[in-house]
């Protein structure tokens, strides 16, 4: 057991060792031997050893990992912002999408807000792809071949089977 205010043993010392003995300010009875004369005992893992500061209040993450989040999510606002400006002078249609997004989508953590835009993306390409690029002629044409082969074919089947 430690005395409560100077931090020492108050175990009765082994017969061979030089120990000083007294009592603290609360009256307890304190041996004390000097560090030289102190057997050295192992007591688990020592924070000492480590070379690095610890730092409290970070929530198990080191404080790089949580500088490096936080540049990440800034530079994820920069580069809104920047496309923020790009888009507002050639296509005021994607600005205002866009707007409306950030209105609706915190940009303080980046990575969850690049997910929500991807599907945004996504879909805005999808829908453009499918009125502006796809060739719906092409497709009828394919369509009505493919049944008219399929029928075809069944007919033949069906002349075969009766004949």
């Known amino acids: 057991m430690k005395c409560c205010c100077l931090g020492i043993s108050n175990v009765p010392p082994s017969s061979n060792s030089s120990v000083l003995t007294g ?24 924070a000492l050893r480590c070379h690095k500061m610890y730092v409290p209040g970070f929530g198990g993450a080191s404080p790089e990992s949580k500088a490096a989040r ?11 912002r920047i496309v923020l400006a790009q888009l507002e002078s050639y296509n005021p249609e994607a600005y205002q999408e866009l707007t409306e997004f950030i209105s609706h989508n915190s940009l303080n953590d980046g990575d969850m807000f690049c997910r929500r835009l991807m599907p945004l993306r996504i879909l805005e390409v999808r829908s453009a792809y499918s ?9 009828k044409k394919l369509a009505f071949k493919v049944s008219m082969e399929l029928q075809r074919d069944s007919l033949k089947t069906a002349f075969l089977v009766i004949c």
Do not use: I
Not at 31 to 46: A, I, L, T
Not at 70 to 75: A, G, P, R, S, V
């Open 131 to 139: 009125k502006k690029d796809f060739e719906w002629d092409n497709l």
């Open 70 to 80: 936080n540049l990440q999510d800034f530079f994820t606002y920069a580069a809104v």
């Open 23 to 46: 009592k603290c300010r609360f009256g307890f009875h304190y041996y004390y031997s000097p560090p030289n004369k102190r057997p050295m005992r192992f007591h688990g893992f020592h």
